[in-house]
């Protein structure tokens, strides 16, 4: 690993060290008790409104037509029945019908949200994701159903304290954030030319509040706020003004549009798994940079079960699941695992400097991930 890796390891690591009382040991076993809430409360949901709970085997569509899914929520019920089949809480048979699907009772169901309040803590987050789980579970018919967007969990009476704690305030995000910015210090230290920086689905800015302190004594040209939703755009105008700060709808689905000048960073924080087709999005990314230049992407290389309640929900299209062209086509998976982030990035020509962090660190557990590559 690079001496850059070296300084962005040690940042992270102070970026952790002021969270009292964590236990990073415990971590593996906290995101299982996070995971197992979910996969229960989904199980329930599933044993009580649809005949899964009858023994006989079902498609997914019967069991979508049970829970009088919208139609752009349809195949979330075949995504759960994967997650439940994987965690061996139903059965499946060689037509990939589900059958045997485990209904948890009350005394489970209460020892599982008991455990996950203990991991939450554990792992760092406030009440609030506790509360986002709790919510999402109970809000389960209304979020199928359409008649409530994931937004109105992400945002309740339109606080971002929620989103807040789903991007920032815990363990890893301090992490990756901490150590985000020392890679942004590495790159300012050395800069010949004010910078040129490009934030895609900024959003809640969870990392750009972590980034922006650094420039405070660096020369910039301009860091491009930008996401696909004009909401984030005029919230984050609020809260982090103008000078060098510009903002604009940006789509990555779409192609990129060439920045004035050529970059020097390109910042995309669990947002590149948004685009339909990864190594394409980041082939342009790279066109974008200047030599020398590096795209920082934080992201997640395992399906959460922990995130089934609510990703989904944020993922439908007007037409159902998300369109991917990439190693995921034909799947349901939001995420590329951490070998395929690795070879997306050097296949678009990158090179990887930073891949945080480090095998055997009980933070891999969280898989959220720090990976810097330079053009
Ligand atoms: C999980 S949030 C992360 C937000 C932010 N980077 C942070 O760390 O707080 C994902 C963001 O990506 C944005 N997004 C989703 N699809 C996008 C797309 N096709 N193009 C641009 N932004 C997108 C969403 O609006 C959202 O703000």
Redesign the pocket.
């Known amino acids: 690993m690079s001496p850059l890796t070296d300084r962005a390891d040690a940042a992270g690591r102070t970026g952790i060290s002021g969270i009292s009382g964590i236990d990073l040991a415990s971590a593996a076993a906290a995101v299982h008790d996070l995971d197992r809430l979910v996969l229960l409360g989904i199980a329930s949901e599933l044993h009580r409104r649809t005949r899964l709970r009858e023994g006989a085997a079902h498609e997914p569509g019967a069991v979508a037509d049970d829970l009088g899914a919208a139609p752009r929520h349809r195949w979330i019920a075949g995504h759960w029945l994967a997650a439940l089949h994987e965690a061996r809480l139903t059965g499946r048979d060689a037509d990939g019908r589900y059958h045997r699907l485990h209904g948890p009772g009350r005394a489970e169901l209460a020892a599982a949200r008991t455990r996950m309040q203990a991991a939450r803590v554990a792992l760092g987050y406030p009440a609030e994701l506790g509360e986002l789980m709790l919510r999402s579970l109970r809000l389960l018919p209304e979020l199928l159903r359409d008649e409530i967007g994931v937004q109105a969990l992400l945002y309740p009476d339109g606080e971002p304290a929620t989103a807040e704690a789903v ?1 920032r305030g815990n363990v890893i995000s301090r992490y990756l954030n901490a150590a985000a910015a020392q890679v942004l210090a590495d790159l300012a230290g050395r800069a010949t030319r004010p910078l040129r920086i490009l934030e ?8 750009t509040a972590d980034l922006l302190p650094v420039l405070t004594a660096t020369p910039v040209e301009f860091y491009l706020f930008t ?3 004009p909401f ?1 755009l005029d919230t984050a105008r609020r809260r982090f003004g103008t000078g060098f700060l510009r903002y604009a709808l ?4 779409r192609d990129l549009p060439r920045q004035p000048g050529e970059l020097d960073l390109v910042v995309a ?3 590149a798994h ?1 685009a339909p087709h990864v190594g394409r999005l980041l082939e342009q990314v790279a066109a974008l940079l200047a030599p020398g230049g590096r795209v920082l992407l934080i992201e997640t290389v395992r399906e959460h079960p922990q995130s089934l309640t609510s990703m989904p929900f944020a993922l439908s299209t007007r037409d159902g699941p998300p369109r991917r062209l990439d190693c995921r086509a034909g799947t349901t998976r939001t995420y590329l695992r951490r070998e395929e982030w690795l070879s997306a990035l050097e296949g678009s020509g990158l090179r990887v400097e930073v891949d945080l962090p480090r095998p055997g660190d009980p933070l891999t557990a969280l898989s959220q991930r720090l990976l810097v590559a330079t053009r």
């Open positions: 991007y895609l689905g900024a959003g809640i800015g969870a990392t996401d696909l939703s984030f940006l789509d990555i689905a924080a669990t947002m948004n």
